[in-house]
């Protein structure tokens, strides 16, 4: 069965820092795999996927993520984080089918 | 004006009470979906539908009923509201060979 486990549920980085949430998942076949961002009273928007090929995904506003078959992982980076990055932020997979399974978020929070 | 509209965007009312929420979307996608947002639970699908014909139920349908009454249009009826389906309720379509959903800005439904 697939699941997503993000760790840490909030995440505070320094403007200009690195951000790194962490994403790791299961999935009996080769997955799809998904981050969205939710701003606030906003809907979930598409940041990056993956789906075959490259394993380094570059997304919208500078996030990227690296496929890890052999620790199944799917981690967002970005170099220097920005105030308009604080949002919450969720990894999602799917067996190319209809389900998706979503991990339960993590928020960020970038300090001035 | 916005891919995926949901209607209404906030709503309050009381225990037993039936209450209609509305989707539709101009993306011209076939797949439509209900899920439900709880803090710190992420999301859960409630329906999904492939086209007018083919609904289905996913992990949490109890309590509720949907009705695709056609392409663009995709409705969650709660029957006899309760105050645990207090949440944040989205409406999302997919086009089948990209595997991204695209998210309403949700509607925010308080049982009392």
């Known amino acids: 069965a697939q699941s997503v486990t993000q760790l840490g549920s909030h995440v505070s980085v320094s403007e200009g820092a690195l951000v790194l949430l962490r994403c790791n998942y299961s999935?009996?076949?080769?997955?799809?795999l998904f981050w969205y961002v939710q701003y606030p009273n906003q809907g979930l928007q598409l940041l990056l996927k993956?789906?075959?090929?490259?394993?380094l995904v570059k997304g919208i506003n500078g996030f990227e993520a690296e496929f890890k078959k052999s620790e199944t992982s799917f981690h967002l980076t970005k170099p220097s984080a920005h105030m308009s990055d604080a949002a919450e932020y969720f990894c999602a997979v799917s067996e190319r089918t209809y389900k998706y399974i979503f991990g339960t978020g993590t928020r960020l929070k970038v300090l001035a | 004006d916005a891919d995926v509209t949901q209607t209404p965007r906030n709503r309050i009312t009381k225990t037993g009470k039936r209450i209609m929420l509305e989707c539709s979307q101009t993306k011209g996608h076939d797949r439509m979906y209900w899920y439900r947002q709880d803090p710190g639970l992420g999301l859960q699908l409630i329906y999904y539908?492939?086209?007018?014909?083919?609904?289905n139920k996913g992990e949490i349908s109890d309590g509720y009923s949907v009705s695709r009454q056609a392409q663009a249009k995709f409705s969650l009826s709660l029957e006899s509201a309760i105050p645990n389906q207090t949440a944040l309720y989205f409406c999302?379509?997919?086009?089948?060979?990209?595997?991204?959903?695209?998210f309403g800005e949700g509607s925010r439904l308080t049982v009392l």
């Open positions: 539908s492939f086209d007018v014909k083919d609904i």
């Open positions: 999302a379509t997919s086009e089948t060979n990209t595997g991204e959903l695209f």
């Open positions: 999935s009996s076949v080769p997955p799809y």
């Open positions: 993956y789906t075959t090929g490259a394993t």
